[in-house]
Each structure stands twice: as structure tokens, then as C-alpha cells.
């Protein structure tokens, strides 16, 4: 009984402009957009992992890092955010690199109005994007001549 009482409501207001992030060799850093569609701003918390979709963003080590890692997207606003490569390891350079671009929007609190009506609620956040994000590092004299024609 308790259970049809219940009413769940999940939606993602951010949303990233673009299918995947690609990141061409030798360039300075990539520009991601952002748009919050809800009449509310919103917190969002982006990183890049290589590979494990359960990986702790505190200790996710890749060669990049995003500013701001965290930021408010106002109402019906976008935001930009910054992927810069920060070397370290070096990268293949006859393919491509695969990390993961991550972004967890964070919703609201309720306000006041809805918390005197329902006395109490449970927010719940939960990783809205996850997307593959390529690092281009080919460099074209590798390449099978069939390729360059």
C-alpha cells in the first residue's frame, strides 16, 4: 500500500549540447555547452573518466581537467564548460583515445511553499549525461596510404 502513495518524479534539466565530446591533438582546450531548460537553476558536477562508469570523480586520473568541475546553471540559461589536456601520460598517437565525459545534475531543494504542504521529501541525484569523449591524436604519416587518398 505504501508503495501506491508513492510519487516518484525524475527528469534530467541540463542537458549537453552534442552527442560526444572530441578533443583534436594540439589543440589548447574543448568547449562544452550546457543548457538548463527548467524554471529552476541547477548544480551540476562534470568530470571525465576512462572507462569505469562507477569510478569516483575524486579519484578518476585522466589527462584532463574540466573548469568549473562544478557549477550553477541558472534558469533557462547555458553554461560553458572548459576540457583542457593537461599531458601527463602520453597518448597513442596511431589512434584515437576513449574517455567518458560525466555530468550529474543536481536538483533543487524544494521551497518553502512545498515543504509546509508536504512536510518532508527525498531528493535524489543521479548521473544525467555520460558521454564518449575522443581524444584525436593521429598523426597522419601513420596512416595506411589507402587512407590518404
Not at 541540463?14 to 555547452?33: M, S
Not at 541547477?42 to 589527462?63: C, E, F, M, S
Not at 568541475?69 to 596511431?94: M, N, Y
Request: glycine residues 4%; aromatic residues 8%; proline residues 9%.
Amino acid at each position: 500500500i505504501f508503495y501506491c502513495t508513492l510519487c516518484i518524479s525524475a527528469n534530467a534539466n541540463v542537458i549537453i549540447t552534442g552527442t560526444r565530446v572530441i578533443y583534436p591533438a594540439g589543440q589548447k582546450n574543448v568547449i562544452v555547452k550546457l543548457e538548463n531548460n527548467d524554471d529552476s537553476a541547477a548544480l551540476v558536477q562534470a568530470w571525465i573518466d576512462n572507462g569505469n562508469p562507477n569510478a569516483d570523480p575524486k579519484y578518476t586520473k585522466t589527462p584532463f581537467v574540466i573548469t568549473p568541475p562544478v557549477s550553477r546553471v541558472e534558469a533557462k540559461s547555458g553554461q560553458s564548460l572548459r576540457i583542457t589536456f593537461t599531458g601527463g601520460e602520453p597518448l597513442p598517437e596511431d589512434r584515437e583515445s576513449l574517455f567518458y565525459f560525466n555530468l550529474l545534475d543536481i536538483p533543487p531543494k524544494p521551497d518553502a511553499e512545498f515543504l509546509a504542504k508536504h512536510g518532508s521529501f527525498m531528493q535524489i541525484t543521479f548521473k544525467s549525461i555520460r558521454l564518449p569523449s575522443l581524444h584525436q591524436n593521429l598523426n597522419i604519416s601513420l596512416l595506411p596510404p589507402i587512407l590518404l587518398d
